[in-house]
């Protein structure tokens, strides 16, 4: 276990005439941020095999009907790991996955939270929580050095899913290279029952060096400013739910499946569209205690907001989960599908009729 830091006030973290944003400055920091580099380097030693989170580890829907209090602690871990084969990049993260795990409450639920900052990082690190009230959303309460550790308690009084970030003076950068992930805030009746859940994270990378060229890519603070991402990803990785990456997810015709998207950023937000499906329920921002929106197409989630979105499955296919804004898909690497297996169902959709097999043996019907 770490040692405690002291708490530092507002004025400890060097906030003086400058503006602040969650309780911290906004000034790049220097160390690990460079302009753009003319020689490419080689692919760093990994020291993670991935950070791309399993989108079905996370915690099953919450069956209780009392408040619960939690002993709850997510470690600060700059990691160096693949954007894609033979790309390595330099993470920052929560627990060494991107998204950060997924914190699962009721409201009411009381929590004493730690965020340990480990002794062979290089940068002070933090927590702020948009599902609690504090100042900095617990920023403040939770900035720490590498080697120390600090902490808060809070109660979570709102339901809806929210987004949790590291919010030091270099937020935007932090965030890009992972630091942020999901609290979700359960209503105290609970959530509708779904067959299975998965859970993905959208954010960009800025690098200084095109998309695919191998070897290490540098983080580029001139592009970050510009806000002109190199890669724009789901979970770290370049389309890493994907039959030549890690598999894609799966379900089963007749299921319904929840999924929840955490949108980083820093910059860039998300136009979160299934491909051959529909949000068949969806709750914009995560707002988990108004009615869902219904049969929408696309669903806007903007920087530091999240969705909660369901899907009805009524025939096989393969959903492909993607931003439409999709040069982001096709150059820039977002992309997760879900394999739904099952029988054909023709009446709702039939991919060769037979009128068309006939139309196409007796050549073009004008």
């Given at each position: 276990?770490?040692?405690?830091?002291?708490?530092?006030?507002?004025?400890?973290?060097?906030?003086?005439?400058?503006?602040?944003?969650?309780?911290?400055?906004?000034?790049?920091?220097?160390?690990?941020?460079?302009?753009?580099?003319?020689?490419?380097?080689?692919?760093?030693?990994?020291?993670?095999?991935?950070?791309?989170?399993?989108?079905?580890?996370?915690?099953?829907?919450?069956?209780?009907?009392?408040?619960?209090?939690?002993?709850?602690?997510?470690?600060?871990?700059?990691?160096?790991?693949?954007?894609?084969?033979?790309?390595?990049?330099?993470?920052?993260?929560?627990?060494?996955?991107?998204p950060g795990p997924m914190i699962r409450l009721r409201e009411g639920d009381t929590v004493s939270f730690t965020m340990e900052n480990l002794p062979e990082n290089k940068r002070e690190h933090n927590v702020d929580m948009h599902a609690i009230y504090g100042t900095g959303g617990g920023s403040v309460a939770t900035t720490a050095e590498p080697g120390n550790a600090n902490g808060e308690s809070f109660k979570a009084m709102?339901?809806?899913?929210?987004?949790?970030?590291?919010?030091?003076?270099?937020?935007?950068?932090?965030?890009?290279?992972?630091?942020?992930?999901?609290?979700?805030?359960?209503?105290?009746?609970?959530?509708?029952?779904?067959?299975?859940?998965?859970?993905?994270?959208?954010?960009?990378?800025?690098?200084?060096?095109?998309?695919?060229?191998?070897?290490?890519?540098?983080?580029?603070?001139?592009?970050?400013?510009?806000?002109?991402?190199?890669?724009?990803?789901?979970?770290?990785?370049?389309?890493?739910?994907?039959?030549?990456?890690?598999?894609?997810?799966?379900?089963?015709?007749?299921?319904?499946?929840?999924?929840?998207?955490?949108?980083?950023?820093?910059?860039?937000?998300?136009?979160?569209?299934?491909?051959?499906?529909?949000?068949?329920?969806?709750?914009?921002?995560?707002?988990?205690?108004?009615?869902?929106?219904?049969?929408?197409?696309?669903?806007?989630?903007?920087?530091?907001?999240?969705?909660?979105?369901?899907?009805?499955?009524?025939?096989?296919?393969?959903?492909?989960?993607?931003?439409?804004?999709?040069?982001?898909?096709?150059?820039?690497?977002?992309?997760?599908?879900?394999?739904?297996?099952?029988?054909?169902?023709?009446?709702?959709?039939?991919?060769?009729?037979?009128?068309?097999?006939?139309?196409?043996?007796?050549?073009?019907?004008?």
């Amino acid at each position: 276990m770490f040692p405690i830091s002291r708490r530092r006030l507002l004025g400890a973290l060097g906030i003086g005439g400058a503006a602040s944003v969650a309780g911290c400055t906004t000034g790049l920091e220097t160390e690990g941020v460079g302009q753009r580099s003319t020689t490419l380097q080689q692919a760093q030693k990994k020291s993670m095999e991935r950070v791309a989170a399993d989108p079905t580890d996370i915690p099953a829907p919450i069956d209780r009907d009392e408040s619960k209090h939690h002993e709850i602690t997510l470690e600060a871990k700059e990691v160096t790991a693949e954007i894609e084969d033979g790309v390595t990049f330099n993470f920052m993260t929560f627990d060494g996955q991107v998204p950060g795990p997924m914190i699962r409450l009721r409201e009411g639920d009381t929590v004493s939270f730690t965020m340990e900052n480990l002794p062979e990082n290089k940068r002070e690190h933090n927590v702020d929580m948009h599902a609690i009230y504090g100042t900095g959303g617990g920023s403040v309460a939770t900035t720490a050095e590498p080697g120390n550790a600090n902490g808060e308690s809070f109660k979570a009084m709102y339901p809806g899913a929210y987004i949790y970030h590291c919010a030091v003076p270099n937020m935007d950068q932090h965030i890009s290279t992972g630091m942020f992930g999901m609290v979700l805030v359960e209503p105290k009746a609970g959530m509708p029952p779904v067959d299975r859940e998965f859970y993905l994270g959208q954010h960009e990378l800025y690098t200084d060096t095109p998309v695919g060229e191998q070897g290490h890519h540098g983080f580029d603070a001139d592009a970050m400013s510009n806000e002109a991402p190199t890669y724009v990803l789901f979970n770290g990785e370049k389309y890493p739910f994907t039959p030549d990456r890690y598999g894609t997810m799966s379900a089963e015709t007749g299921e319904t499946v929840r999924v929840f998207l955490v949108t980083g950023g820093p910059n860039v937000s998300s136009n979160f569209h299934p491909i051959g499906n529909v949000w068949t329920r969806a709750w914009r921002d995560g707002a988990l205690a108004s009615q869902p929106e219904k049969y929408v197409q696309t669903m806007k989630v903007p920087p530091g907001s999240c969705m909660v979105g369901e899907m009805d499955l009524p025939v096989p296919s393969r959903i492909k989960l993607v931003d439409h804004a999709l040069t982001r898909v096709t150059r820039r690497g977002l992309l997760s599908e879900i394999d739904v297996t099952g029988p054909e169902r023709p009446e709702v959709f039939d991919p060769a009729p037979k009128e068309a097999k006939e139309t196409d043996e007796e050549g073009p019907q004008y």
